[in-house]
């Protein structure tokens, strides 16, 4: 468990993605390690949001804080599992050096991020959920939180993978010892095509801007999916509730019933 404790924290701080290990097209982090470490963390986050249904103003389900607590992991390492070879194939098309089982690393790496922040932000929910009658102002405050640490993961993966993008271009040509001479280059035959310079900039921001946007999309509609998270005070306890609608369609009725 320290062992575990230690990589999260390197993980946290960027120290597992400095940039002498990203030019050698790796990442300094066990996938496994990091996920077992998330999953207790979503348990948590899970039993601050499910809070709400102990209360007097929540559905008074105590199975909705166990349904919460298994939920939460649940979401997000099946969003890993729809998202992950889109992750892969936009890190191609840049140029990357990370092979499939790094951009899997990169990708679990991030989804501890996320369940680090969700679970740090916990007693906050926690606190809110013992302290209003308001289920709106529950939801909203619970898409607050996971956009804050959807954020914080996506920023993780721009950050990441942008580097690496320029990890060759960082990387210090070798000179020629004094003893050998260098040779000079030779000279391109009128008909030879030049190599097009690599400009990892806007272009590649972007397309990975674009990705994050697909993941948010996905984990969105994966909450949905997986709905309760928190317990309507006007329905009785269920697992699952029928797919009606969208997230962002009841995400908007929350925001007018509480304005």
């Not at 998202?83 to 194939?89: A, I, M, W």
């Not at 001479?181 to 391109?188: E, F, H, K, T």
């Not at 928190?230 to 304005?259: C, H, K, M, Y």
Request: glycine content about 8%; proline content about 8%.
């Amino acid at each position: 468990m320290p062992t575990l404790l230690l990589q999260l924290d390197q993980l946290l701080r960027g120290e597992a993605t400095r940039l002498e290990l990203l030019r050698r097209g790796t990442i300094d982090i066990s996938p496994g390690g990091i996920a077992l470490m998330s999953i207790p963390l979503g348990f948590f986050a899970g039993i601050c949001m499910g809070a709400f249904s102990l209360t007097g103003s929540g559905s008074l389900a105590p199975m909705q804080v166990i349904a919460s607590s298994l939920k939460v992991p649940a979401l997000f390492f099946l969003t890993l599992f729809v998202t992950f070879p889109s992750l892969y194939v936009f890190d191609a098309l840049v140029g990357s050096r990370l092979g499939l089982y790094s951009v899997l690393k990169l990708l679990v790496a991030a989804i501890g991020i996320m369940m680090t922040v969700l679970a740090s932000l916990g007693p906050i929910v926690a606190f809110f959920a013992v302290t209003t009658t308001s289920y709106a102002f529950m939801k909203l405050l619970n898409v607050a939180v996971f956009t804050i640490a959807g954020m914080m993961g996506g920023g993780f993966l721009l950050r990441t993978l942008h580097r690496l993008s320029v990890a060759i271009e960082d990387t210090p040509v070798r000179e020629s010892p004094p003893s050998e001479p260098a040779l000079p280059a030779p000279a391109a035959s009128p008909g030879t095509p030049r190599p097009l310079p690599v400009e990892p900039g806007a272009n590649v921001r972007t397309l990975f801007r674009i990705w994050v946007g697909v993941f948010a999309l996905v984990g969105a509609q994966m909450a949905w999916i997986l709905r309760p998270f928190i317990g309507d005070p006007e329905q009785p306890f269920q697992w699952f509730r029928p797919i009606t609608s969208n997230f962002f369609e009841a995400v908007w009725r929350a925001f007018q019933s509480l304005f």
